[in-house]
């Protein structure tokens, strides 16, 4: 299975120039605990960042920071790790497990934004599969109990 068949497409974006403020209450809108910081260009939005709601807490609040001083592009991490559609999701866990991250912005092969992939998604993912796996015992228990009392 690829990044791309279960990655969210739903991300919400900012700028490097907007505030931080703004950022907070994008975060506190959508209730994520992240942003995409992205550029405009003719390929379409290009992941260049990430602020986290952890950045704004440790890095800027923790530090006394004057909120309305600070933008995005102050305080976002630039070291983005991503994820292209087609990446084999198990590989993807692997690369975030070894770089320490929870979410990555997944890009088209022209480097444009087209979704994120959470840890969150990653265990819905394993509890779907579980829960077939535990449909199919059952299932499996089901039928040989009938047809041993057909016996």
Same mark, same amino acid.
């Given at each position: 299975?690829?990044?791309?068949?279960?990655?969210?497409?739903?991300? &919400?974006?900012?700028?490097?120039?907007?505030?931080?403020?703004?950022?907070?209450?994008?975060?506190?809108?959508?209730?994520?605990?992240?942003?995409?910081?992205?550029?405009?260009?003719?390929?379409?939005?290009?992941?260049?960042?990430?602020?986290?709601?952890?950045?704004?807490?440790?890095?800027?609040?923790?530090?006394?920071?004057?909120?309305?001083?600070?933008?995005?592009?102050?305080?976002?991490?630039?070291?983005?790790?991503?994820?292209?559609?087609?990446?084999?999701?198990?590989?993807?866990?692997?690369?975030?497990?070894?770089?320490? &991250?929870?979410?990555?912005?997944?890009?088209?092969?022209?480097?444009?934004?087209?979704?994120?992939?959470?840890?969150?998604?990653?265990?819905?993912?394993?509890?779907?599969?579980?829960?077939?796996?535990?449909?199919?015992? /059952?299932?499996?228990?089901?039928?040989?109990?009938?047809?041993? /009392?057909?016996?």
């Amino acid at each position: 299975m690829n990044v791309g068949e279960v990655c969210n497409r739903e991300v &919400v974006i900012i700028s490097k120039g907007d505030s931080i403020i703004d950022a907070a209450k994008m975060m506190r809108q959508y209730n994520v605990g992240d942003l995409i910081v992205v550029e405009e260009t003719q390929g379409g939005r290009v992941p260049v960042g990430i602020l986290t709601d952890r950045d704004i807490v440790i890095e800027i609040i923790a530090e006394e920071v004057e909120l309305d001083k600070i933008t995005v592009g102050d305080s976002m991490s630039y070291e983005l790790l991503v994820a292209y559609e087609q990446d084999e999701v198990f590989e993807t866990v692997r690369r975030m497990s070894r770089k320490g &991250v929870r979410r990555l912005p997944v890009i088209n092969i022209d480097g444009g934004l087209e979704g994120i992939i959470t840890v969150d998604n990653i265990i819905d993912l394993l509890a779907e599969q579980l829960a077939d796996l535990a449909s199919l015992v /059952v299932k499996q228990q089901k039928f040989e109990s009938h047809k041993l /009392v057909n016996v």
